[in-house]
């Protein structure tokens, strides 16, 4: 007689459907990544003040001018997140 495992997924639509455990055996937490995130806050943490963000009015912000940024793809697409829906 054949064991049943107890999956999260217990019938799969496709071969790569396979269900995942529901044990977890990793250990690795994102929180104690040793990166720098936040590189702007870094290098001007006299702006931050006491560990808040900078507010700016929007008059402020409108008026600031900032750098354009390179495409990274054959001189077409700019870094960023987009969107291809139909």
Same mark, same amino acid.
């Given at each position: 007689?054949?064991?049943?495992?107890?999956?999260? +997924?217990?019938?799969?639509?496709?071969?790569?459907?396979?269900?995942?455990? *529901?044990?977890?055996?990793? %250990? @690795?937490?994102?929180?104690?990544?040793?990166?720098?995130?936040?590189?702007? +806050?870094?290098?001007?943490?006299?702006?931050?003040?006491?560990?808040?963000? *900078?507010?700016?009015?929007? %008059? @402020?912000?409108?008026?600031?001018?900032?750098?354009?940024?390179?495409?990274?793809?054959?001189?077409?697409?700019?870094?960023?997140t987009y969107l291809f829906v139909?």
């Amino acid at each position: 007689m054949k064991e049943k495992m107890k999956t999260t +997924a217990p019938l799969s639509s496709v071969g790569a459907d396979g269900a995942q455990p *529901q044990l977890k055996n990793h %250990t @690795e937490i994102i929180a104690n990544e040793t990166a720098q995130i936040n590189l702007q +806050a870094a290098q001007n943490p006299e702006k931050s003040g006491s560990g808040r963000l *900078q507010t700016v009015s929007m %008059t @402020e912000l409108y008026d600031t001018v900032y750098p354009p940024r390179t495409p990274i793809v054959d001189g077409f697409l700019y870094g960023g997140t987009y969107l291809f829906v139909g």
